[in-house]
């Protein structure tokens, strides 16, 4: 029996709802983006709804929804953030004689686990459009901070300080409706400097082996001898004891990588997909005395480390 599905809010609150729609055929789906005009067609064994804080520390919790198809290991084929009703998605399911798990009150750690449990050729899929003015970004964006330094020294110069507090206000709110995140320098003008600036002392730190990991994260960086901290830019996400003798394994599972950190006896506590550059890696773990390892790994041992992994930040 056919049947088909729309999400009905986005993947966080306040987001946008994903241009996403998921067609049965069976047990066959066919998901299409419909913001980015391409379909994809998949034979998931089960679907699983996950609803899961981005936050291992819990001080910053952004809760994330979606739903993923699984493959008969239970390794994610393909991932749809976005907010889909559960009696529709339970109905959907039913219709297409698919398992569905729901996740909702699965703990985020174990969702996060599951999530970044990746099958080979794995992809997300948004159902949001790129901006138009994408290539025009940077240059926009330093037009726009340029602008706005002078308007806020000009306001500045004249007394008039309110008003530039007003007009930061009313540029807040014009980003949230526009979703121009270039504006935002506008209305920050600091942000071009601060930003170029950030991101050089950050290459600097893992050119010395402080950190490791791109900017924006997910990065890391030893907060004591005996503390790791997974970083995102807002801050920091998760931090995990590290044991005399403990290592990393960068690992390449056929198109698939990225990161386990492991305990003395060789016991995955924590799984950072994503491409991790060895150099950097290799610095990393000499200056802290972290053990390093870097191969592939078969499909067995991959599902092992998923499995038990304690933790993990898709």
Request: aromatic share 8%; hydrophobic share 40%; charged share 20%.
């Amino acid at each position: 029996m056919n049947a088909q599905i729309l999400p009905v809010a986005g993947a966080m609150k306040g987001a946008r709802c994903p241009k996403v729609t998921l067609t049965s055929d069976g047990r066959t789906l066919t998901v299409t983006d419909e913001a980015r005009g391409r379909s994809t067609t998949l034979s998931p064994a089960s679907l699983y709804r996950y609803d899961y804080s981005t936050d291992g520390s819990g001080k910053r919790s952004r809760f994330l929804k979606g739903v993923a198809a699984l493959d008969p290991d239970g390794l994610v084929l393909l991932d749809l953030p976005g907010d889909w009703h559960p009696p529709h998605l339970l109905d959907f399911a039913a219709k297409a004689g698919i398992p569905l798990r729901d996740g909702r009150d699965d703990s985020s750690e174990q969702a996060r686990r599951i999530l970044a449990a990746r099958a080979p050729g794995w992809e997300r899929i948004r159902g949001i459009p790129a901006p138009r003015t994408a290539r025009w970004n940077l240059a926009l964006g330093v037009c726009a901070g340029i602008a706005g330094l002078a308007l806020m020294v000009y306001l500045g110069v004249t007394g008039m300080w309110v008003a530039w507090r007003g007009f930061s206000a009313f540029g807040r709110f014009l980003m949230e409706l526009i979703e121009a995140k270039w504006l935002m320098v506008a209305f920050s003008p600091a942000l071009l400097v601060v930003r170029p600036v950030l991101g050089g002392v950050h290459r600097w730190q893992e050119r010395r082996g402080l950190v490791v990991g791109p900017p924006g994260g997910p990065y890391l960086r030893m907060k004591s001898s005996r503390t790791l901290s997974v970083y995102r830019r807002s801050g920091v996400i998760t931090e995990l004891p590290v044991e005399p003798g403990s290592s990393l394994l960068r690992y390449r599972h056929d198109d698939l990588c990225g990161v386990f950190l492991l305990d003395p006896a060789g016991n995955p506590l924590l799984h950072l997909p994503g491409r991790w550059p060895p150099a950097s890696l290799h610095r990393f773990t000499e200056r802290h005395g972290l053990g390093l390892a870097m191969h592939r790994v078969s499909r067995e041992e991959y599902l092992t480390l998923t499995t038990h992994c304690r933790q993990a930040f898709p």
